[in-house]
C-alpha cells in the first residue's frame, strides 16, 4: 500500500521543525504538497502510528513525548571523531552541522585532531506537536503507479498486460527505482 499525507511537526513554541507545505516542504521533500510513503519511511513513530491506523481523510492533531516523535537522547550518538576524515576538519567550530553519508551532526567540542560531535536529532528529548491529514490509500497496483508516474511528473507510459508492467519513456528507470522505493511488487518488463 501506499499513503498519501500531509503534516507538519511544531515544538512547543510553533516553531515548524519538518512539514510538507512551503518553503520547508521544498527544502525537506524537493517539492510542497502531499507526501508518497510508505509506513516505514517515517522516522516519526507518532505518524507511522498514525498512518498505519488512519482512514482516508482522517486527520490527528497532538502533543507527543519524546519516544514517539524523535526518541530521547542517546548519549552514545554522541562521538569523539577524529578531524582527518572531516571535510574541511581543521575549520569545525561548536554549532557547525557536519554530515557522514546520511547522517548528521552537530559539533558539540574542538580540541587539537579531534571534535565531539552530537548525533541527536536537535528535538530529541523534547515533545513535539504533530499534525497530519491522511489523504488517500492507495492498494491497487496500477493506481499506485499511476500516482507515482504524476506525483513526480515522469515522462513514462505504463501499460499493463496480463498483469505485467511494460513502460516507456524517457524516466522508466527512475519509475522502477521508485517502484522499488515504495516496496511495489509488480513485475516490470
Do not use: C
Amino acid at each position: 500500500m501506499l499513503y498519501e499525507i500531509e503534516f507538519e511537526i511544531r515544538d512547543k513554541n510553533g516553531n515548524i521543525i519538518e512539514s510538507t507545505q512551503g518553503e520547508i516542504g521544498k527544502k525537506l521533500y524537493g517539492k510542497e504538497g502531499p507526501l508518497l510513503v510508505i509506513p516505514e519511511h517515517l522516522k516519526v513513530p507518532a505518524l507511522r502510528e498514525f498512518v498505519e491506523r488512519a482512514k482516508e481523510g482522517e486527520e490527528m492533531e497532538e502533543e507527543v513525548p519524546p519516544e514517539k516523535a524523535y526518541q530521547h537522547r542517546d548519549r552514545r550518538l554522541v562521538k569523539k571523531v577524529s578531524t582527518a576524515i572531516i571535510e574541511h576538519g581543521d575549520r569545525l567550530a561548536p554549532g557547525m552541522y557536519v554530515a557522514f553519508g546520511d547522517v548528521v551532526g552537530k559539533v558539540i567540542a574542538v580540541s587539537p585532531g579531534r571534535a565531539t560531535i552530537d548525533f541527536n536529532h536537535p528535538y530529541a528529548g523534547k515533545p513535539v506537536i504533530v499534525k497530519a491529514k491522511l489523504l488517500k490509500v492507495y492498494k491497487d497496483p496500477k493506481e499506485i503507479v499511476e500516482r507515482i508516474i504524476s506525483h513526480y511528473g515522469l515522462d513514462v507510459k505504463a501499460e499493463w498486460e496480463d498483469n505485467k508492467l511494460k513502460l516507456e519513456g524517457e524516466d522508466k528507470e527512475k519509475l522502477k527505482e521508485y517502484l522499488m522505493l515504495y516496496k511495489v511488487n509488480v513485475d516490470v518488463e
